[in-house]
């Protein structure tokens, strides 16, 4: 059964940039049937779409942080990964990542990330 | 970018009501709407899909329904385990997600 986990820093500071990965299992993110994507949600606040991207094509990013994020994949190790740029207090979140088929059906833990010095 | 407006923003039920969700589109966004389901300190799980297709292992009680710009969720008869916060989210153009709304049952 296909599974997600995501893994990173917890804390990152001000202005430096954020790496997270996805470790895919159970399936292989070279499945051109499905994207697969990034979603965070501040704490308290509702989910926010970050990028997805689908058979190693240009990812597609959320217009608001098209300039700091990119998002990548690592097909040898079956993973894909998220960067993102210039943090700000704003970017404190749980970061999950997930399949989408029709729909994000399957997702990952999540990983909760604080931006603080 | 599309923007999803869902209403109420609360709703407080008794177990065995029915639950009526609204999800309104700025645009079109054809059948291309999921809605999902998050309880406190977990990952969000999928409901519908395409408007109105249950996802694996979703209980009947959950339907939903409408295409265009006018979306809803129904909850036929609902359960105290059904107490959540629900996010309608749009792929027909990009991807966004609503803004969510909490039901409470008494």
């Known amino acids: 059964q296909l599974q997600l986990q995501e893994s990173g820093p917890g804390l990152v500071k001000p202005s430096e940039t954020l790496s997270l990965t996805c470790t895919v299992s159970?399936?292989?993110?070279?499945?051109?049937?499905?994207?697969w994507g990034w979603i965070r949600q501040p704490p308290g606040k509702g989910l926010e779409w970050i990028g997805n991207f689908f058979d190693g094509r240009n990812p597609y990013y959320n217009p608001s942080l098209k300039n700091r994020v990119t998002i990548s994949a690592d097909t040898s190790n079956n993973q894909f990964s998220l960067r993102l740029t210039s943090l700000s207090a704003a970017d404190t979140a749980v970061y999950y990542c997930?399949?989408?088929?029709?729909?994000?059906?399957?997702w990952g833990q999540g990983t909760l990330v604080t931006v603080s010095s | 970018e599309i923007v999803l407006t869902q209403s109420p923003a609360t709703l407080s039920l008794s177990p065995g009501e029915r639950a009526t969700l609204s999800c309104r589109a700025s645009q079109s966004v054809r059948s291309y709407l999921g809605w999902y389901q998050q309880k406190p300190g977990q990952a969000p799980r999928l409901l519908i899909h395409?408007?109105?297709n249950r996802a694996t292992g979703i209980p009947a009680r959950f339907s939903g329904s409408g295409s265009g710009t006018d979306f809803t969720l129904t909850i036929s008869s609902i359960e105290p385990e059904d107490s959540a916060v629900y996010y309608c989210q749009q792929r027909s153009t990009g991807w966004t997600f609503g803004q969510g709304t909490k039901v409470e049952i008494k």
């Open positions: 997930a399949r989408d088929s029709f729909a994000f059906d399957i």
């Open positions: 395409d408007a109105s």
């Open positions: 159970g399936g292989s993110i070279t499945n051109t049937a499905y994207y």
